[in-house]
């Protein structure tokens, strides 16, 4: 005798919030840390403007590698978080598409700079 379709999943519906959030501890990390990540990369061209003359480290391959990192790790922590704990969470999803895609091309044009010396 074949199960109906909604027998075999036992647990109740979600609600909508719970899809919104995510619902470990480790995607509250990853996306913490893209927040984190993106606002680097809004963070740091202000400051190479406003400290260039001041302090010379802001204006050379530093920040730009610190924000490389930072979304790689991102993307990395998010895709973890996918596949690993199960969190299927709308920001994490997001999360994780944001910083793969911005991620790449980030490491992409600062690894392609470097190579080139500029």
Known sequence: ?????????SSPARSGRRRVWPQTAFG???LLLAVIA????????IITVHYRST???VDTWVMPA???VL??????????SFWRSHDRSLLVIGAMTATL???????????GEGL???
Do not use: E
């Not at 979304?71 to 973890?80: P, Q």
């Not at 991620?103 to 992409?108: D, Q, S, V």
């Open 71 to 80: 979304l790689d790790l991102a993307a990395v922590l998010n895709v973890v």
């Open 55 to 57: 302090y010379p480290v």
């Open 101 to 111: 895609v911005v991620g790449a091309f980030t490491t992409i044009f600062v690894v």
């Open 38 to 45: 993106f606002a680097c990369l809004a963070i740091f061209p």
């Open 1 to 9: 005798m074949p199960q109906n379709i909604s027998s075999r999943h």
């Open 28 to 30: 509250w990390t990853s």
């Open 116 to 118: 080139a010396g500029a």
């Open 66 to 68: 610190v924000a490389t």
